[in-house]
C-alpha cells in the first residue's frame, strides 16, 4: 500500500495531470489524515532540528497547497458574517465533548480555522477586540508574519505593536513592540527583523 507521504509527493509533482476520480478516490482522504494530524499537533509543516534552526517537512507543506488546489471557495461560517473561502472554521460545528478533550477556552469571538493546532491550556481571543467597560484595553496596531527562511513555508513568529490605554492608572496609552510567540514560546519584546520572502509555487495550471 503506497504510504501518504509518497502519495502526496506523487501527487503534487502530478498536480497538473490528476483526474477528479483520483483526487476524490486517493488525495482528498490522504490531505485530509494530514489537516487532522496538523490540528492534532502530531505533526507540523517545520520543526527544531535541535541544533538551534528549523526543519521543514516538505510533503506536509505540499499537501497543505494541494488542500488549497483540490478545495473550491464555498460559503462558510465566518464568525460575525458568512464567508466565500476554502478553509471553514474549526469549531463551527462543535459540540462539549469536542471542546471539554481540547483542553482549551475559546473566548467569544476567537475563530480558529480547519488544521490549526491548538496547545492545551491555550486561551483563544478575538484579534482587536475591545472590552467594553475594561480597565485596561489592549490593542494590536499593527504586525506581520516572519518565515525562517527562503523557501520554508512556514510561519514563524508575529512582531505586534500593542497599544494598551484604559481608565485610572492605565488612562496614559503606552505602546510596545511584542513577539507572539517568543523564543521558546510565550511573549517577547525586541527589534524586528527582515526576514527573506519565500518564493511563490504557482498552482493555477
Known sequence: ?????SLIEDAFERRNELTQAEIETHLRPAVEQVINLLESG???VAEPDGKG??????WIKKAVLLYFRINGNQVVDGGPALAFD????????GNDAELQGLGARVV???LVRRGAHVAKDAVLMPYGAGWPGADVRLQAQAGR??????GSGRLRARPVEVAAGGRGPSARPRTATLWLPAEGGGLGDGPVETAPLAPVIDLAG
Do not use: Y
Not at 534552526?53 to 516538505?58: I, K
Open 53 to 58: 534552526g528549523w526543519t521543514v517537512n516538505q
Open 145 to 150: 508574519w516572519v518565515g525562517i527562511g527562503e
Open 42 to 44: 502530531e505533526r507540523r
Open 86 to 93: 476554502k478553509v471553514p472554521l474549526r469549531f463551527a460545528h
Open 108 to 110: 467569544p469571538g476567537a
Open 1 to 5: 500500500m503506497q504510504s501518504i507521504e
